[in-house]
């Protein structure tokens, strides 16, 4: 074999609950738009030295997405002690939007392990999400996140997700999202550990308010959990909360926040 190429189709997804914080495994939201991305999996065989790439519009989550992929296929080979004698390139076309690394990640780990297991689709197929996001874990990425990610894709449905635990589906809903208008390299402002655990409880019943909200169609009460994670965002990274409120909202992602509309639908 010279080279193989695989093409899917996943839909954009992105968090709409459950701000990010270092080191902390919150529930989260996450909800499909009506972007269809384009994911390009190239296998060759290795030749000299296996090469791991990801490649999208921006040089940024390009290079960000790659590095998370390498560490994820290395550890894949480590955790099932099983050698794959491939370089892997992966391209994702999202049209005019541009995505947080985080998502090229899970799009393009989601579609090389279908490729390389076989598999017509991943959410028929649990156990292997389920070996991908404790994967995620390993190599220190926020499983909670990457999971909410992989699931939201694979499903085509908006999800609710804490590590650990099974996937809340959420059937109908759908987000219009523009933007980033702004991407910001972040940090996080230490909070003494009392304080930094009220926080983390907070974020956790925004997410519980948020699937309530969903369900009833309860619009008023997003807006709120925006405002409110819009706050803790800049509380805890020193983001600007958007002028413009609802339906901005800020999407961190690792060491970058991203600043999109999001505005949650409901599908007739």
């Known amino acids: 074999m010279d080279e193989q190429v695989f093409s899917y189709f996943y839909p954009l997804a992105l968090p709409i609950a459950g701000l990010c914080i270092p080191r902390v495994n919150n529930p989260v939201i996450l909800a499909p738009s009506t972007t269809s991305c384009s994911v390009e999996v190239r296998l060759e065989e290795v030749a000299d030295e296996r090469y791991v790439e990801v490649m999208t519009s921006s040089p940024l989550e390009s290079s960000r997405s790659s590095k998370m992929l ?6 894949l080979e480590r955790g099932t002690g099983l050698s794959i004698p491939f370089s892997i390139r992966c391209r994702v076309d999202c049209g005019e939007l541009r995505a947080p690394a985080m998502y090229y990640y899970a799009a393009c780990s989601n579609a090389a392990v279908r490729v390389l297991s076989g598999s017509e689709s ?11 996001i404790a994967t995620d874990a390993v190599v220190g990425l926020n499983p909670s996140l990457v999971g909410g990610y992989r699931y939201s894709i694979e499903l085509g449905s908006a999800v609710a997700y804490h590590y650990g635990e099974e996937p809340v589906t959420l059937r109908g809903i759908t987000v219009g999202v523009e933007g980033p208008v702004r991407v910001a390299r972040i940090r996080y402002l230490r909070e003494s550990p009392r304080i930094a655990s009220m926080i983390t409880k907070l974020i956790g019943y925004l997410v519980l308010e948020g699937v309530a909200a969903l369900r009833s169609g309860s619009y008023t009460v997003i807006s709120r959990i925006y405002a409110y994670e819009n706050g803790l965002a ?3 990274y020193g983001l600007e909360p958007p002028a413009d409120g609802y339906p901005w909202r800020w999407v961190i992602d690792g060491d970058y926040a991203y600043l999109y509309r999001l505005e949650p639908l409901v599908r007739g």
Request: hydrophobic letters at 40%; charged letters at 30%; a neutral charge.
């Open 70 to 75: 390498r560490k994820f296929i290395q550890e």
């Open 122 to 132: 991943l959410a028929e197929e649990g156990y292997l999400l389920k070996s991908c």
């Open 234 to 236: 800049y509380a805890l």
